[in-house]
T-cell receptor, first 111, second 114 residues
Framework: GQQVMQIPQYQHVQEGEDFTTYCNSSTTLSNIQWYKQRPGGHPVFLIQLVKSGEVKKQKRLTFQFGEAKKNSSLHITATQTTDVGTYFCAGGGNAGNMLTFGGGTRLMVKP | NAGVTQTPKFQVLKTGQSMTLQCAQDMNHNSMYWYRQDPGMGLRLIYYSASEGTTDKGEVPNGYNVSRLNKREFSLRLESAAPSQTSVYFC?????????????FGNGTRLTVT
């Protein structure tokens, strides 16, 4: 079955440093979605990428979908303490399969 | 517009007790889901309902049952709670269960089984 791996599992950064999390699928995806979960909160949908090579930006966050539609990344420029949380990617399969979530990357930011 | 509402927010059970977690969505979504999240872990799908009248097992269905009561409501029942079921439970909904529709999550139910 479809598997989605996410690395790293944890990341500590100093406030102001950049951060990147990577998502890799064992199969070609129809789309990739990213979610953020604040500590003690619930996952919240951030963005969806559909096209091969697509790049989308939300303020300091840059999302990329790989050319082969099997990998994706989320890059945060100049992290802030408000960026703290766990970032999940979730991939949709081409056969209309359910979303498969990666294990998440927990970001901790030292002020 | 509440989105996805889960009750209760917290629950403590003794081993062997039963309980039902309630979930309702007001977004007219067709599909609903139950996930569990253990400390420091990712999301694991317990059961889902692609549309009203259907339910299917997810990755970790053992020890749980579900009911899609109507289009709005999807409940999760623990018949005989075990300490291994201590977790945070999230209900979610989406327009379709096609892997393309974004999920909207409820606030979660924090369950402890002693």
């Amino acid at each position: 079955g479809q598997q989605v791996m996410q690395i790293p599992q944890y990341q500590h950064v100093q406030e102001g440093e950049d951060f990147t999390t990577y998502c890799n699928s064992s199969t070609t995806l129809s789309n990739i979605q990213w979610y953020k979960q604040r500590p003690g909160g619930h996952p919240v949908f951030l963005i969806q990428l559909v096209k091969s090579g697509e790049v989308k930006k939300q303020k300091r966050l840059t999302f990329q979908f790989g050319e082969a539609k099997k990998n994706s990344s989320l890059h945060i420029t100049a992290t802030q303490t408000t960026d703290v949380g766990t970032y999940f990617c979730a991939g949709g399969g081409n056969a209309g399969n359910m979303l498969t979530f990666g294990g998440g990357t927990r970001l901790m930011v030292k002020p | 517009n509440a989105g996805v509402t889960q009750t209760p927010k917290f629950q403590v059970l003794k081993t062997g007790q039963s309980m039902t977690l309630q979930c309702a969505q007001d977004m007219n979504h067709n599909s609903m889901y139950w996930y569990r999240q253990d400390p420091g872990m990712g999301l694991r799908l317990i059961y889902y309902s692609a549309s009203e009248g259907t339910t299917d097992k997810g990755e970790v269905p053992n020890g749980y049952n579900v009911s899609r009561l109507n289009k709005r409501e999807f409940s999760l029942r623990l018949e005989s709670a075990a300490p291994s079921q201590t977790s945070v439970y999230f209900c979610a909904s989406s327009a379709w269960a096609d892997g393309n529709s974004p999920l909207h999550f409820g606030n979660g139910t924090r369950l402890t089984v002693t």
